[in-house]
């Protein structure tokens, strides 16, 4: 057992602002941090969005940095959120210690990974989360945190496989998780597609379909990974409960380079 310093957390920022929007029927507007970045991700804190996912599987974050960009994000209301490298619990259960109110867990192919996401995130008797939120124990009053942790996290098995979606049903009925996460890339991937964000074939939409009526049936989220703001209305206006707009990698370098290339166009070719 660890003994943790436990203050009141700031008024205005939200902890689970996220489960507040969807009580509301409307949709979440997720960002997604790669960078390594405390001023990354203050910056973008402040953009609007409802949430801020740290990205240590395919990002460039560790757990260092994803606390630094916790704390530089700490006084704006956003849910702060973690894609965890893999479905494994010593991990799961540190970057909840270090503030997560959400995991979004890649490659969960079977109704019993599923489960085991559930129990490495909850604290007995729901699962096998150890004790000691070092940083998390500032989301309320000393000891609260404890008693509201395994209401408020936010869990979303990544569908992103064949596999996974053969047993689409299967894993949405596990207790515990609050929807699904869709990688586009590697669902495609896995039917044997170009990776990519934005789908438009029949067939992945037809899975798009049945995943967002599967979770309707369960008052379950849906969430997916899009390129931008055309795809993610796109997805919303199909029924996902929670849009990720690229991440600030790409929104950077999609308008450097509109920027350096309208300078080019418009300078009479003395660029």
């Given at each position: 057992m660890v003994t943790t310093v436990q203050t009141t957390k700031k008024e205005g920022n939200v902890a689970n602002k996220v489960k507040e929007i969807w009580k509301s029927g409307k949709a979440v507007v997720n960002a997604w941090l790669a960078i390594p970045s405390g001023f990354s991700a203050e910056m973008i804190a402040q953009c609007g969005?409802?949430?801020?996912?740290?990205d240590m599987q395919h990002g460039v974050q560790d757990y260092l940095s994803m606390v630094q960009c916790f704390q530089a994000m700490d006084k704006h209301p956003v849910t702060p959120m973690v894609r965890v490298p893999w479905n494994e619990p010593g991990i799961i259960g540190k970057v909840l210690d270090g503030g997560a109110y959400g995991v979004i867990c890649p490659m969960v192919n079977t109704p019993q990974e599923a489960r085991n996401l559930v129990s490495y995130s909850k604290y007995p008797p729901?699962?096998?989360?150890?004790?000691?939120?070092?940083?998390?124990?500032?989301?309320?009053?000393?000891?609260?945190?404890?008693?509201?942790?395994?209401?408020?996290?936010?869990?979303?098995?990544?569908?992103?496989?064949?596999t996974a979606v053969e047993n689409m049903e299967a894993i949405l009925d596990v207790e515990g998780i609050d929807g699904v996460y869709i990688g586009?890339?590697?669902?495609?991937?896995?039917?044997?597609?170009?990776?990519?964000?934005d789908r438009t074939e029949p067939e992945i939409l037809a899975i798009?379909?049945?995943?967002?009526?599967?979770?309707?049936?369960?008052?379950?989220?849906?969430?997916?990974?899009?390129?931008?703001?055309?795809?993610?209305?796109?997805?919303?206006?199909?029924?996902?409960k929670l849009v990720t707009l690229s991440n600030e990698v790409g929104m950077m370098t999609t308008y450097a380079k509109m920027q350096v290339n309208a300078t080019r166009k418009d300078s009479g070719g003395k660029a």
């Open positions: 969005f409802d949430s801020v996912t740290v729901q699962g096998v989360r150890s004790n000691g939120p070092i940083r998390a124990g500032m989301y309320g009053t000393a000891g609260s945190y404890q008693k509201t942790a395994n209401a408020d996290t936010i869990l979303l098995p990544m569908m992103e496989t064949k586009p890339s590697d669902l495609g991937f896995s039917y044997g597609l170009e990776p990519k964000l798009y379909d049945k995943i967002i009526k599967e979770c309707g049936k369960r008052g379950l989220n849906p969430g997916i990974h899009c390129s931008g703001a055309e795809g993610a209305a796109r997805a919303i206006n199909m029924g996902f």
